[in-house]
């Protein structure tokens, strides 16, 4: 009775082990984690695109919609983004914040980690590419077609 007790004690703490948030865990080399993103992504190009006097539609278009947006501050929405790297070497969460303040329908206010660059305004905008692909032949045979035929028994192509 004795020794079951000892090896359901060891099991029990093993699988705690387990489920532990301790760091040595976290970097056993088994132990899978995935990568985690959550919010709006938000870049410096998007960023400089905003402009004060800007409307609401004008940047959700930008951005997309809120994050946050709080019933008791209407003229206030909050961007956020997190992204949290799994097991691809480093470690480091990154979070990045916007908070644009509206007066009515514009923008007056743009604050956060990300800050519209004044230069990068200056710059021309992105132009619209176009990529010519040139149609390709297909073959439009099945794999166990070509597998009958590498077999040797119908006609080859």
């Known amino acids: 009775m004795r020794k079951l007790l000892i090896l359901v004690c060891t099991i029990a703490s093993l699988f705690l082990v387990a489920c532990s948030s301790d760091p040595v865990v976290n970097r056993l080399p088994f132990v899978y984690?995935?990568?985690?993103q959550q919010?709006?992504?938000?870049?410096?190009?998007?960023?400089?695109?905003l402009r004060p006097g800007m409307t609401k539609a004008q940047v959700q278009f930008i951005l997309g919609a809120?994050?946050?947006?709080?019933p008791f501050h209407a003229q206030r929405c909050d961007y956020v983004y997190l992204y949290d790297p799994g097991t691809h070497g480093r470690r480091k969460t990154t979070e990045q914040h916007l908070t644009l303040l509206f007066d009515g329908d514009k923008v007056t206010s743009i604050s956060g980690t990300l800050k519209p660059?004044?230069?990068?305004?200056?710059?021309?905008?992105?132009?619209?590419?176009?990529?010519?692909v040139p149609p390709q032949e297909r073959d439009d045979v099945g794999i166990l077609v070509r597998?009958?035929?590498?077999?040797g028994f119908g006609k080859s192509a």
């Not at 984690?33 to 985690?36: G, K, L, N, Q, Y």
């Not at 660059?117 to 010519?132: F, G, I, K, L, T």
């Not at 597998?147 to 077999?151: D, G, H, T, V």
């Open 39 to 49: 919010g709006n992504l938000i870049t410096q190009d998007m960023v400089n695109q």
């Open 147 to 151: 597998l009958w035929r590498w077999l």
């Open 117 to 132: 660059d004044p230069a990068a305004r200056s710059q021309p905008a992105n132009r619209q590419v176009s990529v010519v």
């Open 33 to 36: 984690r995935i990568d985690i």
């Open 66 to 70: 809120p994050l946050l947006t709080d």
